[in-house]
């Protein structure tokens, strides 16, 4: 079977025929021998199984069939002509509308600011930026980019890792003081734990690993929410353990206000990823979206 390049290129010469009139002209346009170019539409003729000119010693006339095929072949060029300088100029210059979802507190802290200097650099975007608790389901088709934390199950979408994360149990000096240092995952279990609200993650249960051994640690506590923000101002108010993202505390780790708590122990992972559904991959705002993304993520680590 002939493949869709070939085809457009059996196209092109085609077309190129017409224009010059003649195998030979045709032949010294493109390099060839005329016996070359002659074997060529001959070629191409078995391929489709008609014949598409009539030849004369002094010129080349169409069949009926000739003329289907090179108004076709015009069109079918002309179309390729237009898709490949639309997707130039995009890559070159993104605009139009984008559909961005991400979640509250990290689409607040992070998403926002990026997408504003996003918009102010690339000025023919429009922005649409919505932040929920959960991630919508890309099937809806309701977004161009949703940014999450891990990879999504789905495997009709592109996930693409924009930054490296990982969870941190972590709680304020005072706290600790208050109710004592936790030694064992174990000692959870007796102390204040500030839960949130994720998704369709487990509620109240802590999944903490050390080697190959991995506990399951159902936590209680008298505070509980669905905003990160709320949680984070709990924890550094002194009002109980809190796992939040590296993202998210490690301004409080550095300055004292926050301390790590278990820190030889590990959560399961929360990397950032920007997903979207493979229709958009060469979309150039899109994908000139999550480039921006992922560089201006990597600078606000170093």
Request: net charge positive; with cysteine.
């Amino acid at each position: 079977m002939t493949s869709p390049v070939h085809a457009s290129d059996e196209m092109a010469f085609f077309v190129e025929l017409m224009k010059r009139g003649s195998l030979a002209a045709t032949a010294r346009e493109l390099g060839v021998t005329p016996p070359a170019t002659s074997k060529r539409l001959a070629n191409l003729e078995a391929r489709l199984g008609v014949a598409l000119l009539n030849r004369t010693t002094r010129r080349l006339s169409l069949t009926p069939e000739g003329e289907v095929y090179l108004a076709t072949a015009r069109a079918v060029l002309a179309q390729i002509d237009d898709v490949e300088r639309e997707l130039s100029q995009a890559a070159a210059e993104p605009k139009g509308m984008l559909r961005v979802n991400a979640t509250l507190g990290f689409g607040r802290n992070h998403v926002a600011p990026i997408a504003a200097a996003f918009c102010r650099r690339f000025p023919q975007v429009q922005m649409q930026l919505q932040l929920t608790v959960n991630p919508p389901p890309l099937t809806e088709d309701a977004f161009d980019v949703c940014i999450r934390f891990g990879e999504p199950p789905e495997t009709r979408v592109i996930a693409r890792k924009i930054a490296s994360n990982r969870r941190l149990l972590v709680a304020s000096p005072d706290y600790l003081r208050r109710r004592g240092t936790v030694k064992t995952p174990h000692d959870l279990a007796h102390h204040d734990c500030i839960s949130i609200r994720h998704g369709d993650e487990a509620y109240g249960v802590w999944r903490l690993s050390k080697g190959r051994q991995v506990e399951a640690i159902k936590v209680s506590g008298a505070m509980s929410t669905n905003d990160g923000d709320i949680a984070m101002q709990w924890a550094l108010n002194g009002l109980g353990i809190l796992m939040r993202a590296e993202w998210d505390v490690e301004k409080y780790l550095r300055s004292g206000r926050l301390r790590q708590v278990l820190e030889e122990y590990q959560t399961p992972p929360a990397d950032i990823y920007a997903v979207y559904p493979a229709t958009q991959q060469l979309t150039g705002r899109v994908r000139s979206f999550v480039d921006f993304m992922a560089e201006s993520l990597q600078r606000t680590r170093r």
